[in-house]
T-cell receptor, first 117, second 113 residues
């Protein structure tokens, strides 16, 4: 099946710094990738939809200036958490789906655990 | 609008017994339904999906799910649970007009030896 990787798997940063998380589709091209946030023992909350070559679409309540998304190629999307604060500590998961509305499941990355101290 | 309900936070079963994880959904168009499993500190692994056709869908690791349109349900089942099936299970839905998935709150399955 399709493989999605994330890097890093775990990151600890100091409050006020920025952190970049990469999401790659390894064996397929993804014009659309999704970024989720998951709090402990809770469901996934969609943060934004990342579209290759265009601006990301953010869900209501997600600060676009804080969570910068860049989808520069068909296999790479990045999420940058700017000026991170302890409340940004969370598990961030990306997913990618094959192109077209007739395509079905999304493939998820292994997640990135962000801890802001 | 679309939504998913997983009415049980936790399901506990003995190894070898049948396992059922419940899911109901709401969508405006035709539903595409999915089950994913998550192990601690890991991403989601795809188990199975219903798109169209036979209402009984078979997936990975011996899991299956039955699509019931009249009850808007898509319950996950396994005839004989294993201790290694202990994990967090998510049901998800999208309709045929949007890429975005909506997830249920998740059900923690514990299979005791």
């Amino acid at each position: 099946g399709a493989v999605v990787s994330q890097h890093p798997s775990r990151v600890i940063c100091k409050s006020g710094t920025s952190v970049k998380i990469e999401c790659r589709s390894l064996d397929f091209q993804a014009t659309t990738m999704f970024w989720y946030r998951q709090f402990p023992k809770q469901s996934l909350m969609l943060m934004a939809t990342s579209n290759e070559g265009s601006k990301a679409t953010y869900e209501q309540g997600v600060e676009k200036d804080k969570f910068l998304i860049n989808h520069a190629s068909l296999t790479l999307s990045t999420l940058t958490v700017t000026s991170a604060h302890p409340e940004d500590s969370s598990f961030y998961i990306c997913s990618a789906g094959p192109t077209g509305l007739s395509s079905y499941e999304q493939y998820f990355g292994p997640g990135t655990r962000l801890t802001v101290t | 609008a679309q939504s998913v309900a997983q009415p049980e936070d936790q399901v506990n079963v003995a190894e070898g017994n049948p396992l059922t994880v419940k899911c109901t959904y709401s969508v405006s168009g035709n539903p595409y339904l999915f089950w994913y499993v998550q192990y601690p500190n890991r991403g989601l692994q795809f188990l199975l999906k219903y798109i169209t056709g036979d209402n009984l869908v078979k997936g990975s690791y011996g899991f299956e799910a039955e699509f019931n349109k009249s009850q808007t349900s898509f319950h996950l089942k396994k005839p004989s649970a294993l201790v290694s099936d202990s994990a967090l299970y998510f049901c998800a839905v999208r309709d045929d007009t949007d890429y975005k998935l909506s997830f249920g709150a998740g059900t923690t399955v514990t299979v005791r030896a």
